[in-house]
């Protein structure tokens, strides 16, 4: 029969009990030990009480569902678990270090470092998604570091496996969560729509980069639907010196309605990391919040629950809203390239309408010789290199929002491609290969490097060519 109590040097399922590492009001971590596991590892052990919240278990039954079925280092990794009818437990990784509530003591924190924080949970997220899971529970004590930076997302009670029944939904008709951090979508009982943790981060980087919440800490139902009608205090009205972009992202994320959030976890992760690129709208500038008759409009609007509901039923999956890196050789000679990558490109956006494009190019430098910042007319030349970047993507039918230019430097140019698909989460590389080169024959070429080596797909576009009197294109 299960009791969810252990104790120290008791042994379950081979498992020898150690030490309390912390005591919740939910469950208990203890560290343990097992012959054949040589690393760290905690026992997590729900508290099976006399009155207690039957959500707690169902909860507890989630994790032990979707904790095997995610791997990666932005979760721990599991080992083990026990049955309900006998003991519940979950043996997992013991990932060392502190959550981010040891960061409140400390708040506001400087925007670079909320900025830092950001980027390396939204990327966490979005593994997490790509993984068809969406956390839902994405808040400072459920997010810690290892040693080698990666953020790691913990606790999945009230999370949600697309491929797995989401018992949360089906035995329960009120919303589970954490008041502060819940989305309008979430409080309106919709478990489906993956933007609901970016909703979640945009409450946390709020919260760091100014000190204060920006929905409070509701206790009540009434107090959570206030945010179906009422917009935060912008940021730039409590800190002047709020940079421009980070209320732009952090707005965004917060937008009542999850269709004009990010389209995906990715690439709110690269906005973060690249605060140069962004494109500002009127929320950047915001000082005040909408007046009272625009907030009482909507609280009154009969079909508020409605969009919102629809919209969350309608959810982006992140496979519609990939990063596309796009490497653009401009070396004379390159022109035929150039458009066959450009109407590459204009299929994606006409397919992909939430893909974010990145558009690079390497200035390659020497491995030891002093690389000249100025050409031979005295312009910067990663200056110029940006301005032609810009003018080959004029004639894209594509949104300001949606496109990034960026300079790489280096002595090896697929290395910097490569770094960069790893550094920005890129899912796809798209570049180009001359078809007849003597340097491609003697030194190889650069996309066949990237292509073997990238951690996503990549696709390689060769210029037109005649053939028979005819044009013809070819991709590989």
Known sequence: MMHGRVHAGQTVDGFLIGE????GGMST???VTRPDIDVPVLMKVPKILEGMDSAAIVSFEMEQMILPRVSGVHVPKFFAAGDFAVQPYIVMEHVPGKTLLHKLDDLPLPYEEVAAIGTKVATAIHDLHRQHVIHFDVKPSNILFRATGEAVLIDFGLSRHEQLPDLMAEEFRIPYGTGPYLAPEQILGVRKDPRSDLFALGVLLYFFSTGTRPFGDPKSKRQLHKRLW?????PRKLRPDYPLWLQEIGLRCLE???ARRHPSAGQLAFDLSHPGQVKLTVRSERLKRDPWTVAIRRRFNPHTEELVVKSAATATHVSTAPIVAIALD???GSEALAEALRETVQRGLERLPDARF???NVLKQHRIALDQK???DGQNKHLMRLVELRHWAQKLDVTAHRISFHVLESPDPAAAIIDYAETNAVDQIVLGARTNSMLRTILGSVSAEVAAKAPCTVTVVRPRR???GADESSKV
């Open 20 to 23: 309390l590492i912390h005591q």
């Open 29 to 31: 971590l203890r560290a």
């Open 230 to 234: 009422r917009d935060p205090v912008p």
């Open 256 to 258: 009542i309605d999850p």
């Open 330 to 332: 401009l070396s004379e």
């Open 358 to 360: 990145a558009i690079l």
């Open 374 to 376: 100025l050409d031979q």
């Open 466 to 468: 005649r053939v028979s």
